[in-house]
């Protein structure tokens, strides 16, 4: 319980402090955000809280989905969500009307047109939930499923529901203990298994199959935060991609080790898409270490703590043992 609580709110606590009410989330320069840190008096002097560091629409996105993930799923099917769970959708900026596409209620309601600019970080920032509901492996083909179906509700192409895949597979090997130097092997596993899943739903495939192995995997540590992460990115925006953002988000997490600080250095306070970064590497810092080392004013008054922390427990008696 105190992992998936760790994660569901230092997965808000990185969102709040990558945002920054706008002013950090869309600042392109990595030194000034760290100056302006340094101004302020360093991470352990910040109270997270509204209304100067509220949560993003990242936030509020992940949580709706894991408390939908919590509630039930499995009944969707027949009335217009995702197979195998009911997970809400919220509007989102930069969803390229995806939203606007759905249909609740028919069957088959839940999927869109393929959009080959729906490339965002979207779907990605909001699965980590996901791998903390099948968290298994046995239940990686639900994973899979899950995590791709929900991606492509807003995110109709690879590089978009692959991110959610990605993060939510972090999820769950996270939760099954498995250290952060193995997901990228992981995941390379598992593409394969992905692609054999999209194929045989047959959505289309011609669009799908043209873009799908333009997906690269996690790399190790840059040299230069700023400037890797630019040569990684879509339309010079670092971290705002599907594959990007958790390629950031793991880096980090190889890099920091047990540090914090060094985590938020390299995933929450960098030059680019930082809330999202911050969402998707904090919540899997929580998940491997807990609240820990972590500055309490970062998350005592974080905004929907209480119901972050809610969603962790129900995602928690959702499952028994992992082994």
């Not at 600042?27 to 209304?51: D, K, V």
């Amino acid at each position: 319980v105190e992992a998936y609580e760790a994660a569901m709110v230092l997965s808000g606590v990185g969102d709040a402090l990558g945002y920054r009410g706008a002013r950090w989330e869309y600042c392109t320069s990595g030194p000034q955000i760290h100056a302006e840190l340094a101004e302020l008096g360093g991470l352990a002097a910040i109270s997270l809280e509204p209304p100067e560091w509220p949560v993003s629409d990242d936030t509020v996105l992940h949580l709706a989905t894991a408390e939908g993930l919590a509630s039930g799923g499995g009944h969707h099917e027949q009335k217009g969500g995702v197979p195998g769970v009911g997970v809400p959708v919220v509007p989102q900026a930069g969803t390229g009307g995806g939203t606007s596409q759905l249909r609740p209620g028919e069957p088959l309601g839940y999927r869109i047109p393929f959009n080959p600019r729906s490339t965002g970080c979207g779907a990605a920032m909001r699965s980590l939930a996901i791998g903390l509901r099948y968290p298994r492996a046995s239940e990686l083909p639900t994973l899979i499923r899950v995590s791709i179906e929900s991606g492509r509700m807003t995110h109709h192409h690879p590089t978009g529901y692959l991110g959610a895949l990605a993060v939510a597979l972090f999820g769950a090997l996270g939760a099954r203990g498995e250290p952060p130097e193995r997901w990228g092997a992981e995941l390379l596993r598992v593409l394969p298994l992905a692609w054999d899943y999209v194929q045989g739903t047959g959505v289309a495939m011609e669009d799908n199959c043209s873009w799908w192995y333009w997906y690269p995997v996690p790399c190790y540590p840059p040299a230069e935060r700023d400037t890797e992460y630019l040569g990684w990115a879509l339309d010079g925006w670092p971290g705002r991609s599907g594959h990007d953002a958790p390629m950031v988000a793991l880096e980090a997490l190889l890099a920091a080790g047990d540090s914090w600080e060094e985590l938020c250095a390299r995933a929450v306070l960098h030059g680019g898409d930082s809330d999202s970064t911050g969402t998707i590497a904090a919540g899997c810092w929580g998940l491997l270490r807990g609240l820990a080392g972590v500055p309490p004013g970062l998350h005592r008054r974080l905004e929907y703590r209480g119901r972050l922390s809610e969603a962790a427990r129900r995602l928690t008696c959702t499952w028994t043992e992992l082994k």
